[in-house]
C-alpha cells in the first residue's frame, strides 16, 4: 500500500474523499435537476461549486506543505505529485456537473432536453451517478476491483454519447437551434466527466498499489 | 526573477517554451485547416498532437526530478508546481486545437461551418491565434506587458461565443443540425482555448515576478 495512505497522509486522503464525495453529490443533483426541471436544486448545484473549488485549494496546499516539510524523493515525491493530478481532476469534474445544472437552470420551466434524448440522457445521467459513486468507492475502500467498474461507466458514456449525436444527425431530425446545442453540449458534459473519472481512478489504483508501471504518464 | 528562469532550471522554461510553440503551430494549422477545407493540414494538426504530449511528459519528469534534487522549499517548490500546471494547460490546449481539427477533417471536403457563423469564426481563428503567439512571447521574453493582451484576447473569444450562439438562437435561424452540433462546439473549444491560456498567462506573470499575491490559487 502506498505511501498516500500511511497516517502522515490521511489528511490528504481525507480531503480527496471529501471532495470526490462532493463531485458525487453535485452530479446526482445536477443530473436529477436536468431530468425533473429543478431550478431550485440546479441553483444549489452551482452554489455550492465554490466548496469544491475551496477543498481543491486545500489539498494542493497540503500536497506542497508535504513536500516541504517531508523532503520526499522517488515513489513517495510522485505519489504527491499524483494526488495533485487528482484533485484537479475532481475539480473539473465539478465544473461539469455546475455546467449540467446551468443547462437545467437556463431551460427552466422548461426541460433542457427535446423528448428525442430524454432516455439517452437519462441514461447519461445515471452512468455519471454511478461513475462518481465508484470514485467515492474506490478512495474510500481502496477496493480495486471498482475500478474496472469505473471504466465499464466510462465505455457506456462513450457509447450514450455517439448515440445522442447519432440519433441528433439521422434523416429527418427536427428540433430547435437551441435543443440542439443542449444535446451537444450536455452530452460532452457527461462525456468528459466519464474520462475525468477514468483519469482519476488509474490515479488511485497507481497510489494503492504502488505499481510504477505506465507512472510517468500519470503525473 | 524567479527562480524557474535560474540557469539551474532553464531546460524547465525552454520546454514550456517548446511546448506553447507547438499549441501556437497547432492552432495556426488547424484554424487554416477550418477555414479553406485542408484535410491534410488537419490530418498534420492530429498527428503530431502526440509530440506535444510526449513533451508534457518531459516537462513533468524534469520537475520532479528537480524537486528530487534539489528539495526546494517555499517559493521554490511552488513555482516548479506551477511549472505543472502549465504543462497540463498547454497540454490540454494543444487537445482543443486538435479537436478542431478534427471537425475540418470530418467536414471535408465541405466546410464544418455554415456560412452564418463564417466571419465569427474567422474572428476567433484570429484571436486563438493571436493568444497563442502571445503566451510564446511571454514565455520566451518574459514581457509583461503582453499578459494583459491575453486577457484581452480571451475577452474578445468570450464575446465571440457568446455571438455565435446568440447567432444560432435567433428567430427564423436554420441550419442542419450537423452545422448547428458544429458551431455549438468549435465556438466552445476555441472559448475554451482563450480561458486556458488566461490561466497560463496568469501562473508565468508569478513565475516571472515571484507575486505570491493569489498564488494560493495558481498552484
Given at each position: 500500500m502506498r505511501t498516500l495512505f500511511t497516517a502522515e497522509m490521511s489528511e490528504l486522503a481525507d480531503d480527496l474523499a471529501a471532495m470526490a464525495r462532493h463531485v458525487s453529490v453535485a452530479i446526482d443533483r445536477a443530473g436529477e435537476a436536468l431530468l425533473t426541471q429543478n431550478a431550485e436544486l440546479a441553483q444549489q448545484v452551482i452554489a455550492e461549486d465554490a466548496e469544491l473549488d475551496a477543498i481543491e485549494e486545500t489539498v494542493d496546499e497540503r500536497c506542497v506543505l508535504l513536500i516541504a516539510q517531508q523532503q520526499p524523493v522517488g515513489l513517495d515525491l510522485r505519489t504527491i505529485i499524483v494526488g495533485l493530478r487528482i484533485s484537479a481532476a475532481l475539480e473539473r469534474m465539478g465544473d461539469l456537473a455546475q455546467h449540467i445544472a446551468e443547462f437545467a437552470r437556463r431551460a427552466y420551466p422548461d426541460s433542457a432536453i427535446p423528448a428525442s434524448h430524454t432516455e439517452t440522457i437519462t441514461a447519461m445521467v445515471a452512468a455519471s451517478k454511478k461513475v462518481a459513486l465508484e470514485i467515492v468507492e474506490l478512495i474510500?475502500?481502496?477496493?480495486?476491483?471498482?475500478a474496472a467498474g469505473i471504466v465499464s461507466d466510462d465505455d457506456t458514456l462513450d457509447e450514450l454519447h455517439a448515440t445522442s449525436y447519432r440519433l441528433m444527425l439521422e434523416d429527418g431530425y427536427t428540433a430547435t437551434p437551441q435543443e440542439i446545442l443542449n444535446i451537444a453540449l450536455l452530452s460532452r458534459y457527461f462525456e468528459r466527466f466519464g474520462d475525468h473519472a477514468v483519469g482519476v481512478s488509474r490515479r488511485i489504483v497507481y497510489l494503492v498499489t504502488?505499481?510504477?508501471?505506465?507512472g510517468r504518464a500519470l503525473i
Open positions: 474510500e475502500g481502496r477496493d480495486l476491483n471498482v504502488g505499481d510504477h508501471t505506465g
